[in-house]
């Protein structure tokens, strides 16, 4: 058995080996609520009604591990949102579909964070793999809190909806 395990190793190592990717560039979010879109705002849509940022997404097989930090405008409180998450990711041709879950975190950029300021956000993502460009469509559910756990996870969480541009560095 141990035999078996050794060559499965050796012979697995160097298609890991090339599996291995890593993409960084940036991303726009939709920071309004999705039924704004239905009921006919989608005509009137600014530059403020998105929040910009960068992402990157390390590869490896079929497991998938991706950061994005955004810039999140408020005449409030300025901030910085960090989306973290780990799933799987499946590649198709040129499509490539991940799905993915893990903590975010709210950084304020002025005055102070009431509360816990760590969530929880799923992610999905479709992406038209173009030679070293990724053009992708990415959805998160957002939960701000994990303290909104309480209250229900569909009840408290906010959908976004965005796009991004990668660039596979190797």
Excluded: C, H
């Amino acid at each position: 058995m141990k035999k078996l395990i050794v060559v499965l190793m050796i012979a697995l190592l160097p298609t890991l080996a090339f599996a291995l990717d890593f993409q960084i560039g940036g991303t726009a979010m939709y920071k309004g609520l999705l039924s704004d879109l239905e009921e006919g705002a989608a005509a009137t849509l600014t530059f403020d009604d998105f929040t910009f940022g960068g992402e990157a997404r390390l590869n490896f097989g079929l497991l998938q591990g991706a950061a994005a930090v955004l810039y999140y405008p408020d005449e409030v409180a300025p901030s910085l949102v960090v989306l973290t998450d780990i799933g799987l990711t499946l590649n198709l041709a040129i499509v490539r579909l991940g799905a993915g879950i893990g903590p975010n975190f709210y950084i304020p950029l002025e005055g102070t964070v009431d509360g816990v300021p760590i969530g929880l956000n799923l992610k999905g993502a479709v992406d038209l793999q173009l030679g070293k460009l990724s053009l992708g469509v990415v959805g998160y559910y957002y939960l701000a809190s994990l303290s909104d756990l309480k209250a229900g996870l569909f009840e408290t969480a906010q959908p976004w909806l965005g796009l991004t541009l990668l660039f596979q560095l190797f």
